[in-house]
C-alpha cells in the first residue's frame, strides 16, 4: 500500500510525539536507593566511616527531587546505618545541602521543534532600513540564532554523624534511629524490584 509523503509524515510525527510522552512519563523523582553515577550525574545516597562511630553520609537526587526529599531521604541513610551498624542514635554534628545547577544551551535545528520548518514569519518596518522580513531560519535581525536554554537543578545533602548506643541524649541534633525509621519509612520510594 502506497502513502502519500503527508500521510507518512503525520505517522512520523505521531509516533515522534509519543516517544516524547512515553519519555517524560519515565521523568521521576529519584529513588531511595545506593549512589550510582558520577559528578553531576550522581544519585542515591553514600557514605564513608571516618572513624569506629563518626560517619559522613550523603544523598543526591536528581532534577526532579525535591530539597525536602532528598534531606528527608539523608536522615532515613543515617538511621539505617545507625541500625545496621549496631547503634541506637546519632547525633548529626555537621550537614550541608547545596543546590547545583547546570545551564544547557543547544542550537535548534529542523525548524520548530521539529515540526516540518512550520513557524513564524513577519514584515516589519526598520527606521532607516525600511520594510524587512523576520524569518527564523533565514538570519535573524532579533537574535543570532534559534537556541534552546535548559537549566537544570539538583540538590546534594551530607552529614557528618556520630553513633551511640543507649537512650538518646537531650541535645538537639540527636535522632533516635529507630523513631526516624518508623517515622521515615512509609515516606520513603523504593525502586521498583525492592517491592
Given at each position: 500500500?502506497?502513502?502519500?509523503?503527508?500521510r507518512?509524515?503525520?505517522?512520523?510525527?505521531?509516533?515522534v510525539?509519543?516517544?516524547?510522552a512515553l519519555?517524560?512519563s519515565?521523568a521521576?523523582?529519584?529513588?531511595?536507593?545506593?549512589?550510582?553515577?558520577?559528578?553531576?550525574?550522581?544519585?542515591?545516597f553514600?557514605d564513608?566511616?571516618?572513624e569506629?562511630?563518626r560517619?559522613?553520609?550523603?544523598?543526591?537526587?536528581n532534577?526532579?527531587?525535591?530539597?525536602?526529599t532528598?534531606?528527608r531521604?539523608l536522615?532515613?541513610?543515617a538511621?539505617?546505618l545507625?541500625?545496621d551498624?549496631?547503634?541506637?542514635y546519632f547525633?548529626?554534628?555537621?550537614r550541608d545541602?547545596d543546590?547545583q545547577?547546570?545551564?544547557?544551551?543547544?542550537p535548534s535545528y529542523g525548524?520548530?521543534a521539529g515540526f516540518?520548518y512550520w513557524?513564524?514569519?513577519w514584515?516589519?518596518y526598520g527606521r532607516g532600513f525600511?520594510w524587512?522580513?523576520?524569518d527564523?531560519?533565514?538570519?535573524?535581525p532579533f537574535w543570532d540564532?534559534t537556541?534552546?536554554?535548559?537549566?537544570?537543578?539538583r540538590?546534594?545533602a551530607?552529614a557528618?554523624?556520630?553513633?551511640?548506643?543507649?537512650?538518646?541524649p537531650?541535645?538537639?541534633?540527636?535522632f533516635?534511629?529507630?523513631?526516624?525509621?518508623?517515622r521515615l519509612?512509609?515516606?520513603?520510594?523504593?525502586p521498583?524490584?525492592?517491592r
Amino acid at each position: 500500500m502506497n502513502q502519500t509523503p503527508t500521510r507518512r509524515r503525520g505517522k512520523v510525527i505521531a509516533a515522534v510525539l509519543a516517544s516524547a510522552a512515553l519519555l517524560a512519563s519515565c521523568a521521576t523523582a529519584t529513588t531511595y536507593h545506593p549512589a550510582t553515577g558520577s559528578g553531576f550525574s550522581r544519585t542515591g545516597f553514600s557514605d564513608v566511616q571516618i572513624e569506629p562511630n563518626r560517619f559522613r553520609v550523603s544523598f543526591a537526587g536528581n532534577s526532579y527531587t525535591s530539597r525536602e526529599t532528598v534531606e528527608r531521604y539523608l536522615l532515613y541513610r543515617a538511621a539505617e546505618l545507625t541500625l545496621d551498624q549496631g547503634y541506637d542514635y546519632f547525633i548529626v554534628s555537621d550537614r550541608d545541602t547545596d543546590k547545583q545547577t547546570r545551564t544547557y544551551a543547544t542550537p535548534s535545528y529542523g525548524g520548530w521543534a521539529g515540526f516540518g520548518y512550520w513557524g513564524p514569519r513577519w514584515r516589519y518596518y526598520g527606521r532607516g532600513f525600511g520594510w524587512r522580513s523576520w524569518d527564523p531560519w533565514w538570519g535573524d535581525p532579533f537574535w543570532d540564532r534559534t537556541i534552546d536554554v535548559n537549566t537544570v537543578e539538583r540538590y546534594d545533602a551530607a552529614a557528618e554523624i556520630v553513633l551511640g548506643r543507649g537512650p538518646k541524649p537531650a541535645d538537639v541534633h540527636a535522632f533516635d534511629a529507630h523513631a526516624v525509621m518508623e517515622r521515615l519509612g512509609p515516606t520513603i520510594k523504593f525502586p521498583e524490584q525492592r517491592r
